[in-house]
């Protein structure tokens, strides 16, 4: 194994909760052995590139209701690619090399589930976006 793969799959956190069953699909699988801990390890920033993009849109996220704020996250994805696919590449970037060969393989799959996770992080985590944690 290449020595990046080492370093990338000891940085990954364990996530104890993650149970794999005998017909758990191979898709399935990926996003629970590899996407859910890189998004785990990437949170922090994750977050943070989330309030960046908040304050270039003038802070009108903060003002919302919390039914409000996630309407908002659904559609900052569903409307700036350029955004989402910045998010994306946070992620594919921790992939060991066979990782990416199998994410290409199953890209169309996997982009959705992607999203679905970063956005889940996000509105999971709406406390720390508040404003005065925004700085």
């Known amino acids: 194994m290449e020595m990046r793969d080492k370093f990338l799959l000891n940085l990954r956190p364990q996530i104890s909760s ?3 069953h005998p017909n758990t699909c191979t ?3 990926f996003q629970n052995n590899v ?3 890189v998004i785990l390890l990437q949170k922090n920033l994750l977050l943070a590139v989330f309030r960046n993009y908040l304050e270039k849109y003038k802070n009108v996220f903060y003002d919302l209701s ?3 704020k996630t309407e908002y996250i659904d559609n900052a994805f569903q409307k700036d690619f350029k ?3 910045s998010l994306k590449g946070m992620i594919i970037g921790h992939f060991t090399l066979e990782e ?3 994410f290409v393989e199953h890209s169309v799959d996997l982009n959705r589930r992607i999203i679905d996770l970063i956005k889940e992080t996000l509105k999971d985590n709406l406390q720390l976006l508040e404003f005065r944690f925004a700085g």
Request: charged share 40%; glycine share 0%.
């Open 83 to 85: 955004f989402r696919n």
């Open 100 to 102: 990416y060969d199998f």
């Open 27 to 29: 898709v399935e699988c």
């Open 35 to 37: 996407l859910r801990p």
């Open 18 to 20: 993650v149970k794999i």
């Open 66 to 68: 919390a039914e409000k």
